[in-house]
């Protein structure tokens, strides 16, 4: 079974900085692209940052020059690092696979809420 664990969140001022970690179960870790994703109610979750087995990162325009994905291949872990945060970057942060996403299930995420 899949396990994805998002932690990290918080309340901080725009302008300021978070950083997320994301727990993922080695079977999908070492074999697939890592994505982080946000949602807020009302609006489809999306895809904010990517990142391959190999290192490859990608980012959608709203974050880009701003966020940072990474990861960890002796801890199994995705990280985001979020600076100059503003207050449309409040969501609840998810982590899974790029692709198909949907077979995996999705963890609790992590709030992040950034106060203008």
């Known amino acids: 079974q899949v396990q994805l664990v998002e932690s990290g969140g918080g309340l901080v001022q725009a302008g300021g900085s978070l950083r997320l970690s994301c727990g993922v179960s080695?079977?999908?870790?070492?074999?697939?692209?890592i994505g982080w994703y946000r949602q807020v109610p009302g609006k489809m979750r999306e895809l904010v940052a990517g990142?391959?087995?190999?290192?490859?990162?990608n980012y959608a325009g709203s974050v880009k020059g701003r966020f940072t994905i990474s990861r960890d291949n002796a801890n199994n872990t995705v990280y985001l690092q979020m600076n100059n945060l503003k207050p449309e970057d409040t969501a609840v942060y998810y982590c899974n696979t790029v692709s198909y996403p949907h077979r995996n299930g999705w963890g609790q995420g992590t709030q992040v809420t950034v106060s203008s």
């Open positions: 990142i391959t087995s190999g290192g490859t990162t």
């Open positions: 080695g079977s999908i870790f070492s074999t697939y692209a």
